[in-house]
Nanobody, 118 residues
Framework: QVQLVESGGGLVQAGGSLRLSCAASGGTISRYTMGWFRQAPGKERKFVGNINWSGGNTVYTDSVKGRFTISRDNAENTVFLQMNSVKPEDTAVYYC???????????WGQGTQVTVSS
């Protein structure tokens, strides 16, 4: 059973940068598509972006395009979310997830809080 643990969240000023990590244990993520989601207070969880198993293809929601970058290191069983030029509206709990392409998200982390101050 793959377990995912996010880290790297915290408080950052608007315009700054933050790098989130998602470390997997209990199994390899090398064959999974890995996704990032976020949930702002009082709102539903939303898709941020994902990266395919090889790292050769990424998809982002429009609001983060050009600012956020997802990457992965399969040898380290870790996925990253580089957040640049952050905005107050990026404030949320960020979750990583793992799933096979075209299928449901089978595994979720517990989330890490990101707070962007204006």
């Amino acid at each position: 059973q793959v377990q995912l643990v996010e880290s790297g969240g915290g408080l950052v000023q608007a315009g700054g940068s933050l790098r989130l990590s998602c470390a997997a244990s209990g199994g390899t993520i090398s064959r999974y598509t890995m996704g990032w989601f976020r949930q702002a207070p009082g709102k539903e969880r939303k898709f941020v972006g994902n990266i395919n198993w090889s790292g050769g293809n990424t998809v982002y929601t429009d609001s983060v395009k050009g600012r956020f970058t997802i990457s992965r290191d399969n040898a380290e069983n870790t996925v990253f979310l580089q957040m640049n030029s952050v905005k107050p509206e990026d404030t949320a709990v960020y979750y990583c997830a793992a799933g096979y392409s075209g299928g449901p998200w089978d595994h979720w982390g517990q989330g890490t809080q990101v707070t962007v101050s204006s």
